[in-house]
């Protein structure tokens, strides 16, 4: 009876999901842009996340120029689908909407040419391909182990070798990425106007102010602050309530 009842209860959620994502779909080719966001965002809310959600939902906000929920929902989808070229410009323009005018300053050294390797997929992408590495081990190890050919021997031995450093840099490179996934925090200011303080005090004087939209990243917590980095590497200290974690 459990088991039925779990069926019907996980049934009827599919449906509601897939309900509001065509509900969702067809507000938003007719321009009903704000119907199209309480459907996809009642989605969100039922924890029915995914890229093509988050995607059509930026796209909505950016139909009513509201830019800080636009790169937030764009933002969002990325994390979950990286290398999505759609989201990926879609996102610059949205954008170009924004005020603030920060420069990304490119990192430098070993450590970046790390980054740039094992951000070429997601730490589960890189956990699939060290399986793969994995099977292709105990297949080349069994060719090895009742192969009857010296030459065939070399191969699948040799081959074992190329496989197993394939599969350990795989497994670096998982838990290189998420490590990095988990230490790196960004947010999106939603406020209209932020005011960034040098330090985490109410009456301190302004740094500088940011604007609707900016991403930032979190690098400390203090009550009801935090401390951020600009892409540009500038720090201040924000009041949470202004931000949006994208995590």
Sequence with gaps: MKNILYILLLSSQVFFAQNSFETGNKAYQKGNYQEAIRAYESL??????SAEVY?????????VNKVAPAIYNYEKALLLNPNDIEIQNNLKFAQKLQIDDIKDVPKVGFNKVIQDFTSSYHYNTWAWIAVGFSSLFLLFFVGYYFSQLTLSKRIFFIGMFVILFGLLLSVFAAIFEKQHYVSDQPAIVFAEVAPVKPEPKTDAADAFVLHEGTKVYIQETLDNWLKIELPDGTEGWIDAGNVKKLK
């Design 44 to 49: 969100l809310a039922s924890k029915k996340e």
């Design 55 to 63: 995607f059509n939902l930026g796209n909505c906000y950016y139909k």
